[in-house]
């Protein structure tokens, strides 16, 4: 018999255990720079790695679904979670970091691929609905816990390593709850075939989306994944910052379904698109309290742009199928993953522009950190252009088929 109840709770500390290696990861970073004498640069690969193993195994797991079913898929993930906390414990420096990175990445992306099917298989109608926003409730939420736990940790004194070990815990609880339980089997439904799905997914529109992907994951995962090290000096604590912006956008995704659902999603995404900009614009210009203001703005503006991008392709795009909707994820991941290394450099550049400049210390930390910020505002201006495309065109189409 299969008890759905733990299922998704496994599923939901398997997810945990995703935010976890995000957050915790994003707390050590200045650790990590010391302990190994790392560059900007050299963070940043190390970071694309999470986000590089990431839509690989998503879209992998994604196609072999079917065939594996998620009780293989997440014992993959385990093992690959266990292996990347283990090799980043022990890495030594900075190629076992890359490493022990990408294991991390390829167990997130397994689980993503395993759970969103698996719980829509489990559930049907409205129940379903309302356990897949739950599910994915605790990336941001669990982004939260982990940022404070982080903080915590290095109030304390604790090593790098010691914040590490915290990342086993829910990939321990996830282990324990899907042990000898039963999965539900793929519902058997009629499917389009691969070949409709890649043509459809070849069209202008959801070629622009991809794009338009590219730009929204990296102005939602860029200043986050960078928060510890480029606010450090801003005055205000960089993990309470990453904890606020995440607590708002879960706040935000589990109450605000209903007021989307009402508006036009090119509106909320342009819109989208605007209060990022601010966002980010008042993180590389403001200090002290009002890094919070920031922090509250730029999560508005970002909150809503992952379920709106995969919920136009699922609306606007059926025919690319769930293989379209894995695409766009993916390519998300992928286009963070790849933005990772170029953030490094700016860095490395702005300090050593600032250092030219006679600054030193903190004056130098907190001016490179802005002046890198600045150079982040140019992902939501230019999606400020596509979203106002993407809301005319969509406009015209409504009306040419009204």
């Not at 930390?365 to 992902?379: D, H, K, R």
């Amino acid at each position: 018999m299969i008890n759905s109840k733990r299922l998704f709770y496994a599923s939901c500390f398997a997810l945990i255990t995703t935010a976890f290696s995000f957050s915790i990861r994003a707390g050590i970073l200045p650790q990590l720079a010391d302990a190994f004498d790392l560059s900007g640069q050299q963070l940043g690969f190390i970071n694309s790695m999470w986000f590089l193993g990431f839509p690989i195994a998503m879209v992998l797991g994604g196609l072999f679904y079917h065939t594996l079913g998620p009780k293989k898929i997440m014992q993959f993930a385990f093992i690959a979670h266990t292996l990347g906390i283990i090799l980043t414990i022990y890495s030594g420096g900075y190629t076992g970091l890359l490493v022990s990175t990408l294991f991390i990445g390829i167990g997130n992306g397994c689980t993503e691929a395993a759970c969103n099917p698996m719980i829509a298989d489990t559930y049907e109608g409205k129940a379903m609905n309302t356990h897949l926003n739950r599910f994915h409730m605790w990336f941001p939420g669990g982004i939260v816990v982990g940022s404070l736990v982080s903080k915590f940790m290095t109030d304390l004194n604790l090593g790098w390593q010691a914040q590490i070990w915290i990342i086993m815990i829910p990939t321990l609880i996830y282990a324990y709850l899907f042990w000898g339980q039963q999965f539900p089997k793929p519902k058997q439904e009629a499917v389009m075939s691969l070949k409709e799905n890649l043509k459809a997914m070849l069209s202008p529109l959801y070629i622009f989306m991809i794009a338009a992907m590219a730009l929204t994951a990296i102005s939602e995962f860029g200043p986050q994944q960078w928060t510890s090290l480029i606010l450090s000096s801003s005055g205000a604590q960089p993990m309470v910052i990453l904890a606020l912006v995440t607590g708002v956008m879960a706040v935000g995704r589990y109450f605000g379904g209903d007021m989307v659902h009402k508006l036009d999603q090119t509106g909320v995404l342009l819109g989208s698109a605007v209060i990022a900009a601010l966002g980010i614009y008042l993180f590389s210009t403001q200090t002290g309290a009002m890094v919070y203001v920031a922090a509250f703005t730029f999560a508005v503006g970002v909150c809503y742009f992952w379920p709106n991008m995969i919920g136009f392709v699922a609306e606007k795009i059926p025919l690319s199928g769930a293989i379209g909707m894995s695409i766009i994820g993916a390519v998300g991941m992928f286009s963070t993953s790849i933005f990772q290394a170029i953030i490094g450099g700016w860095i490395d550049t702005s300090t050593a522009e600032q250092a030219a400049k006679g600054l030193t210390g903190t004056a130098l930390e907190l001016a490179a950190g802005q002046q890198t910020l600045t150079y982040m505002i140019s992902f939501p201006v230019i999606l400020i252009v596509l979203f106002t495309i993407l809301y005319f065109w969509q406009r015209k189409s409504k009306v040419a088929t009204a």
